[in-house]
């Protein structure tokens, strides 16, 4: 089955999408290549995600922002703010869209969505919605102790009728035994078998931790193991500063920086000549999560080597954060995607540690998890299914058992499963 195509043209016929399957299933690579085709056609398409760092993983924005939903966690938010009614410019903008695009909807919550549909409505939206993830992956975050609610339990999400694309073949991997794994840590099946398998991967660390990268949960534990790492690198630092170019001067530095922390861009990115390095782009010739090391560098250029021995001419990459506005064109006025910033930065960072969250998309082949920074459902499970290669992958052993890393929120589950809630 061609599921691009397959996937095109339903969506061309105004049927909705929901577009699923595991991790490494290339979801990613179907939903950039959909926008792809319609944005070829002249369409408009809205590419969308619940937060910052997913929204920049497919060159978009954040729900709140595309939708002018302020701070708003529901529609009874909305009323009390003042945000109920749309706003005219923001009704012409939806009602000029051709496809709307949700990315990692798993993290969207029920009421979230019902202010999506919300705003569709008042705006008299005539395009498709796609919508993409894995709800057995990163839940919605929720304050304090709220129970979490997923956009599959709105009432909205019957409304919009989604004929599910589901994606079953994994390109990350090969490795048969592995695959099942993954399958079961998935849906949080853990039995005496799997445990053993698990085991498997507790190796003693190599004295060389720089030929692996370590996937942690916590920001500070990856930065201070990027740090020291370094140190052990007995050649001088150098230092890319990252290029900014604001299109508009209303922009604030906060802005640009949390954009920049969200799309994984470093402000300063600290080098030695003989470290590792991960790509955080893909590219004709590298892909996101691929692992190199830097030979050479130039006021211009970084040479990195990959495992294969190919040696990379890398130059700084340009990502821009876009907004829609309206402009007259040819004495029309039209609904047209502007950037208000550009960034110039190298698409590479220290290899020796990244957080789980910020591994988004990666095939990473030399990992070693830190399994007791694991603390939320599904984390263990997207943390695994980083692996490109199980013969290099190390677990550090938790100190619990393996079926308490490996939970699942029970709704999702049954959701997935197809069974009802």
């Not at 004495?331 to 969250?357: D, R, W």
């Not at 459902?377 to 890393?405: D, K, T």
Request: hydrophobic share 40%; glycine share 6%; proline share 2%.
């Amino acid at each position: 089955m061609n599921y691009l195509s397959v996937t095109i043209d339903k969506l061309k016929s105004k049927q909705n999408i929901f577009l699923t399957g595991g991790a490494g299933v290339g979801k990613t690579t179907i939903t950039r290549e959909v926008i792809e085709v319609f944005e070829s056609e002249a369409k408009k398409v809205a590419k969308l995600a619940s937060t910052g760092m997913a929204a920049t993983l497919i060159g978009g924005q954040t729900l709140h922002s595309f939708f002018d939903l302020g701070i708003a966690s529901n529609i009874q938010d909305l009323e009390q703010n003042a945000k109920y009614e749309v706003k005219k410019k923001v009704k012409k903008l939806i009602n000029s869209i051709d496809l709307v695009v949700i990315d990692e909807i798993s993290m969207v919550s029920e009421s979230l969505f019902e202010m999506i549909k919300l705003r569709l409505q008042q705006s008299d939206f005539k395009g498709s919605l796609l919508v993409v993830g894995d709800f057995l992956q990163l839940p919605p975050v929720v304050r304090g102790s709220s129970e979490v609610m997923f956009a599959f339990e709105s009432g909205a999400w019957r409304d919009f009728n989604f004929e599910i694309i589901e994606l079953t073949h994994i390109y990350r991997t090969d490795d048969k035994k592995f695959i099942e794994l993954l399958h079961n840590v998935r849906y949080g099946f853990i039995d005496e078998s799997i445990h053993n398998h698990l085991n498997e991967y507790i190796k003693p660390l190599p004295n060389d931790l720089s030929e692996f990268t370590f996937l942690f949960g916590k920001n500070n534990s990856a930065e201070f193991h990027n740090k020291e790492q370094l140190k052990h690198i007995d050649e001088e630092l150098f230092v890319k500063e990252a290029q900014i170019v604001k299109h508009l001067k209303s922009i604030n530095d906060n802005e640009v920086e949390r954009y920049m922390n969200d799309a994984r861009i470093e402000k300063e990115l600290e080098l030695k000549i003989g470290a590792p390095v991960l790509f955080t782009r893909n590219s004709w010739n590298y892909f996101n999560g691929e692992r190199g090391l830097v030979v050479n560098k130039d006021a211009t250029y970084i040479y990195v080597q990959k495992s294969d021995g190919k040696i990379v001419k890398l130059e700084s990459v340009a990502q821009s954060k876009g907004m829609w506005k309206e402009k007259t064109i040819d004495g029309k006025k039209e609904m047209v995607e502007e950037n208000l910033f550009t960034i110039h930065q190298y698409p590479i960072k220290l290899a020796f540690a990244i957080t789980i969250h910020k591994s988004q998309g990666m095939s990473i082949e030399d990992l070693i998890i830190e399994t007791n920074e694991i603390f939320a459902p599904s984390q263990f499970y997207v943390a695994l299914s980083r692996s490109s290669n199980p013969m290099r992958l190390n677990l550090i052993a938790p100190r619990c058992q393996w079926y308490e890393l490996a939970f699942v929120n029970q709704k999702a589950a049954k959701f997935v499963r197809g069974e009802s809630c």
